[in-house]
């Protein structure tokens, strides 16, 4: 018999298709909405599916997971998850590699785009009436930093490429040869490689190696010329140093999918920069994105039904898949 929890939000529901999961003669399904009730499923659970993936209950109620072998978190990012108890346990955790790759690199190119091809200017121009032709910038020829080179950063490599942007990689450690970023640096030296490139994109996991990677001296480091995109964790950037590069003008601005806090106060400070644009968190999903996460589950829950190892798994101490 495999037991699976699914925790969710009242809001969100199961989906019918996870939820039919119990029609099969030896699987029992469990839904919990809540803390509480996570804590009263969690005995005799041997999976855990977090369909609510910002969720941090498990911390709290993991002292009843007698069974627990296995938790599927439905996003990219397992920052919310990941505990001191958790991690030194024998639990696998899986999380949704491969599902947002595409629609994210999509995104960041649109947000390249947007700052190249001045379309922010030429839409506040539409909306006042006004008929200003100017001249814009071509993205072949220019040079991306590319900070996280998992599965997304990866993709994001390969769309940029095929515009001819030239692009470098920064990951948990330098070394050459890489097959998608030919060179890839130590995002532990940032301040010291920014400088020369044309957009510095964001893409790397919350962990506390890269908690406020992006301080004040990679921002001061970078060129007037650079663009900040981050589509990876608000709080790998220290917001204030990069409020304070943008009202300085050392950087000619920025896009951003995610910040910290989220949803962003009404009175925060980045919300009257000038060349800003902000984005609620909306990068990977695009139409059908929620399909495609059953979709994953379901063939990663009928692998470990038949005992066949997972196609990736996540380093828990590192806090990312390797």
Not at 73 to 85: C, I, T
Not at 231 to 242: E, K, N, S
């Amino acid at each position: 018999m495999t037991t699976l929890t699914i925790l969710t939000t009242p809001q969100d529901g199961v989906p019918d298709r996870l939820r039919d999961l119990g029609d099969l003669e030896d699987v029992e399904v469990r839904v919990a909405a809540s803390a509480d009730e996570l804590g009263d499923a969690l005995p005799g659970t041997d999976v855990l599916l977090l369909w609510d993936f910002f969720s941090t209950a498990l911390a709290g109620q993991f002292h009843r997971a007698d069974d627990l072998a296995w938790v599927h978190v439905a996003a990219a990012g397992v920052d919310s998850l990941l505990f001191d108890e958790l991690i030194d346990s024998d639990v696998v955790v899986t999380n949704a590699r491969g599902v947002f790759d595409r629609p994210i690199a999509e995104f960041v190119l649109g947000f390249l785009l947007l700052h190249a091809k001045s379309l922010a200017a030429v839409l506040a121009d539409q909306r006042r009436q006004a008929w200003n032709r100017q001249s814009t910038s071509d993205l072949s020829g220019t040079r991306a930093l590319v900070v996280g080179t998992g599965a997304i950063g990866r993709e994001i490599a390969h769309v940029l490429r095929a515009l001819d942007v030239e692009v470098v990689g920064a990951g948990s450690h330098a070394r050459g040869g890489d097959p998608d970023f030919g060179t890839i640096i130590d995002s532990g030296e940032l301040a010291a490689h920014v400088s020369g490139f044309d957009w510095i994109i964001d893409i790397a996991p919350l962990t506390e190696r890269t908690e406020r990677l992006f301080d004040a001296s990679v921002f001061t480091a970078m060129d007037p010329h650079a663009f900040f995109v981050n589509v990876g964790r608000g709080a790998t950037v220290d917001t204030a140093a990069l409020v304070d590069a943008l009202a300085a003008g050392s950087i000619a601005g920025a896009a951003l999918d995610v910040v910290d806090v989220e949803p962003l106060p009404a009175d925060h400070p980045l919300w009257e920069c000038e060349n800003v644009v902000i984005s609620p968190h909306m990068s990977g999903d695009t139409h059908g994105w929620r399909q495609r996460l059953e979709d994953q589950f379901l063939e990663l829950f009928a692998l470990h039904r038949q005992g066949t190892p997972f196609p990736h798994t996540v380093d828990k101490k590192a806090g990312f898949v390797r």
